[in-house]
């Protein structure tokens, strides 16, 4: 049995084909936003006040990791497109689609900028992001 | 085409080019190498720790890394099965666009135009390359929206899940550890002789962990991981 889609559906598949290193991230991001924080709300293994406390620490971290990650995504697909822009990154292959190769340059500068900033900005961030809200929502809860 | 590039140059153009034929591959592997640098930075961070005592501190990171390794091994078997199940809905001629002719949707035809094979180019294609690029990207499209699906679950449903139940499961055992030491230590000169000493607790599974040892300053660091 074959299912087949519009010509409309078609055009989005393909298009998704070349889906972005940030866009990619957005959609398990915002997903995350909902389930993560619900996981843990619903944790039938720690008591109700734990579950509250853990529930809102996920999504605030979740929410961190997710604005940082797109952004650096962004910044980086954009430097990739333009190295390629002004030859400082060339093909090796001929007859290449340039804005092809020029996605997938943007892709690598992507991960390796994510790379980066998961080592040096995540880990304070996310640190010093808990401590603001979590001191904010459980006053008093915490050490 | 440029031979004087430089190395690190070199591996990113070649990288890209990987990238324009396995999309869904690469973004694949990209998330799980920064899942696993995430991992890293967080066990890092731990192990640098100096107001953590060695024994809190050596549980932490094997508790950090077993449900890290657990979660990191979970996502790569979703993401890359789904990866290839969307793969296979094209090459079965499950699933293909409307606009492709009815005597065209079996797979040996499926294969033969995703192959750009010879014969059927000059004969059925009568030289239009237009379906073999269709269909091409149309197949990867699949593959990135299933692998996408799969990260998706293996990142937000399936690994928080297992991270809940491995961090009660280190807890509950560091508990009991914890009692089980607290019971068996030498009696008091104070205590009677004939008195026999108290048998050793066990923690039924699940323990209902109460409030206020969760603010310990031991206890609360696995909810830091970044599979949560």
Same mark, same amino acid.
């Given at each position: 049995m074959t299912f087949t889609v519009g010509p409309r559906i078609t055009q989005q598949i393909m298009k998704t084909g070349s889906m972005s290193s940030s866009v990619h991230r957005l959609w398990i991001g915002s997903t995350g936003l909902l389930t993560r924080p619900a996981i843990d709300y619903y944790n039938g293994d720690v008591d109700k006040e734990t579950r509250k406390y853990s529930a809102a620490k996920t999504a605030v971290k979740v929410a961190i990791t997710v604005f940082?990650?797109?952004?650096?995504?962004?910044?980086?697909?954009?430097?990739?497109?333009?190295?390629?822009?002004?030859?400082?990154?060339?093909?090796?292959?001929?007859?290449?689609?340039?804005?092809?190769?020029?996605?997938?340059?943007?892709?690598?500068t992507s991960f390796l900028a994510t790379v980066l900033t998961t080592f040096t900005l995540d880990i304070p961030l996310i640190n010093s992001g808990l401590n603001f809200t979590l001191d904010k929502l459980f006053p008093g809860q915490r050490k | 085409m440029s031979a004087q590039q430089s190395l690190w140059k070199q591996k990113i153009a070649k990288l890209a080019?990987?990238?324009?034929?396995?999309?869904?591959?690469?973004?694949?592997?990209?998330?799980?190498?920064?899942?696993?640098c995430?991992?890293?930075?967080?066990?890092?961070?731990?192990?640098?720790?100096?107001?953590?005592?060695?024994?809190?501190?050596?549980?932490?990171?094997?508790?950090? +890394?077993?449900?890290?390794?657990?979660s990191l091994a979970i996502m790569y078997l979703l993401a890359d099965s789904f990866e290839e199940a969307g793969k296979r809905l094209v090459d079965k001629a499950?699933?293909?666009?409307?606009? +492709?002719?009815?005597?065209?949707?079996?797979?040996?035809?499926?294969?033969?135009?995703?192959?750009?094979?010879?014969?059927?180019?000059?004969?059925?294609?009568?030289?239009?390359?237009?379906?073999?690029?269709?269909?091409?990207?149309?197949?990867?499209?699949?593959?990135?929206?299933?692998?996408?699906?799969?990260?998706?679950?293996?990142?937000?449903?399936t690994t928080p899940l297992i991270s809940n139940k491995i961090a009660s499961y280190f807890q509950n055992r560091s508990l009991a550890q914890k009692v089980n030491m607290a019971t068996s230590s030498p009696p008091s000169p104070n205590t009677p002789?004939?008195?026999?000493?108290?048998?050793?607790?066990?923690?039924?599974?699940?323990?209902?962990?109460?409030?206020? +040892?969760?603010?310990?300053?031991?206890?609360?660091?696995?909810?830091?991981?970044?599979?949560?």
């Open positions: 940082n990650g797109i952004l650096t995504r962004i910044v980086a697909e954009k430097l990739g497109i333009w190295m390629v822009k002004k030859g400082i990154i060339q093909p090796l292959s001929k007859n290449l689609d340039a804005v092809a190769f020029a996605n997938g340059v943007a892709t690598v | 080019e990987y990238d324009i034929q396995h999309h869904a591959s690469l973004l694949k592997w990209t998330t799980l190498i920064i899942w696993a995430s991992l890293a930075a967080e066990v890092g961070t731990f192990a640098a720790n100096k107001k953590l005592p060695p024994k809190e501190k050596s549980f932490i990171i094997k508790q950090e +890394l077993t449900a890290g390794g657990i499950r699933l293909l666009p409307g606009e +492709l002719p009815p005597q065209w949707r079996n797979p040996d035809a499926v294969r033969k135009i995703l192959k750009a094979d010879a014969d059927f180019l000059k004969t059925a294609l009568k030289g239009n390359r237009a379906w073999i690029e269709k269909l091409v990207g149309f197949r990867k499209g699949v593959s990135v929206v299933a692998g996408t699906i799969g990260t998706i679950i293996a990142f937000n449903i002789a004939h008195l026999p000493s108290p048998a050793p607790i066990t923690i039924p599974a699940p323990v209902r962990m109460p409030a206020p +040892l969760q603010a310990t300053p031991t206890m609360p660091y696995y909810r830091y991981s970044p599979f949560r």
